[in-house]
Nanobody, 125 residues
Framework: QVHLVESGGGLVQAGGSLRLSCAAS????????MGWFRQAQGKEREFVAA????????YKADSVRGRFTVSRDNAKSTVYLQMNRLEPEDTAIYYC??????????????????WGQGTQVTVSS
């Protein structure tokens, strides 16, 4: 079992940037593909980005392409989500998740096995 803890959320003005981190413990991060999801108040959880276990392949939702970058450092057991040009519509709780299908790039949250507790991102207009 892997334990995930997100950090880096906060309040930022529109156009600003934040970098989220997801620290993993318990098992090597390299065993997992990783995903970022977000859930705005009153809405369903939605896919943001995914990265394969080796960091080579990545995939992002259309809504964040060109603004968000996902990366990972397996030696530091950490996954990152760099968020630039933030918009009020990006306001949500952001979650990282681990997928035991390490070579996959799943976007369905049901395919992920472990989840962090989430970190709040609020973008003011």
């Amino acid at each position: 079992q892997v334990h995930l803890v997100e950090s880096g959320g906060g309040l930022v003005q529109a156009g600003g940037s934040l970098r989220l981190s997801c620290a993993a413990s318990g098992r090597p991060l390299s065993n997992y593909a990783m995903g970022w999801f977000r859930q705005a108040q009153g809405k369903e959880r939605e896919f943001v980005a995914a990265i394969r276990s080796d960091g080579v392949d990545k995939y992002k939702a259309d809504s964040v392409r060109g603004r968000f970058t996902v990366s990972r450092d397996n030696a530091k057991s950490t996954v990152y989500l760099q968020m630039n040009r933030l918009e009020p519509e990006d306001t949500a709780i952001y979650y990282c998740a681990a997928d035991s299908s390490r070579w996959a790039l799943n976007i369905d949250p049901r395919r992920f096995d472990y989840w962090g507790q989430g970190t709040q991102v609020t973008v003011s207009s």
